[in-house]
């Protein structure tokens, strides 16, 4: 595997640095707060994955990913899902097309919103599994079908999909094989006082901003490659493993709180997941290595979606996002594997 050592790997990543501090200008100009999701959803961006953006109403979600894909110059287009709505709905469909000169008569494919660059996929859960399953395939596979034919989705593309928590009732929820799909799951919280002050003070005004772009679809594209090329040491690959073995219950390698509070764990996606994020991350702050700090401050967003927990966490108060910080903390560096060669010791020093 190649990694960053050439000179322009390390300007690109400069420039990233940059563009990253001018695209957070740009977001606050419309939205006021939420650097933290702007934060996870570039880095979801610049790994390449789509995530799931869970909020009350009135935070500003559509708001922000259409902003960000002003910013990036991305084509954004949004589809509100409601349970009516059929997979046609979303990829496009096959409609007879007559040549008024000729009187021929032919199939001619309308493309659905899924061709697009940076898709809001709004309440995502209100809509049945078989049109879900139609945005999901081309998630993963980049394509749609329409008959006999598939047709290959806008590069770069991305599925920001919306939960409510509030409202359960007629709505169906994804299942887990499907929340395995997302790179991330990114919780959108209340603003807090002072942005709350400045948001009413700033948003019932008459000034309209808009975002100016700073990076194109083709630099997107190329940053992707660039994210994979950053290195990660053997130590924090091990350390990756570690921490997603730990989450699967009546593992050898599970805690005895996992044993009590989680059904299932993460797969192999959720390590690959977790790694893609934290490379997509260090990029982002323009270092040349992947660092703990980067696998520890995305293993929520990584993780939070891809444990069950059970009664027992339930009832005693517990969050996927408890269960992951005590993961964290009782899982020492220096306990996995790659700290049985040294390599430990020299990260500390280094």
Known sequence: MSEIKTAPDMVALEKLKVAQERIRE?????????????????????????????????????????????????????????????????????VIYEDRETGSREFKFIEGPIFT???????????????????????????????????????????????NPIEQEGTYPLPEAQLDRFLMKIIVEYPTRDEERLIYKTVTGDDLVEPEATLTGEEVLELQHLIRRVPISDFLVDYTMDLIRATRCDSEDAPEFINRWVLWGAGPRGGQSLILAAKARAALYGRPEVSVEDLQAVSKSVLRHRIVLSYNAESEGQTADTVIEKLIEETPLHHSEAGKDGQFERILKS
Not at 28 to 51: F, K, N, W, Y
Not at 59 to 84: C, H
Not at 123 to 142: D, F, H, S, V, W
Request: charged share 15%.
């Open 26 to 94: 740009q977001i606050r100009t419309v939205v006021i707060g939420q650097d933290d999701v702007v934060e996870q959803l570039l880095v979801s961006i610049l790994a390449g994955g789509h995530c799931i953006l869970e909020g009350v109403p009135g935070l500003a979600k559509t708001l922000l990913v259409s902003t960000l894909a002003k910013s990036l110059s991305l084509e954004f287009g949004r589809i509100q899902f409601t349970p009516d709505l059929m997979p046609a709905d979303i990829t496009g469909t096959d």
């Open 117 to 163: 660059n940076l898709l809001l996929a709004d309440e995502i859960n209100r809509t049945p599994p078989k049109t879900q399953a139609a945005l999901l395939q081309g998630m993963q596979e980049k394509n749609i079908s329409a008959g006999t034919k598939h047709y290959q989705l806008p590069r770069p593309f991305f599925v920001l999909a919306t939960q």
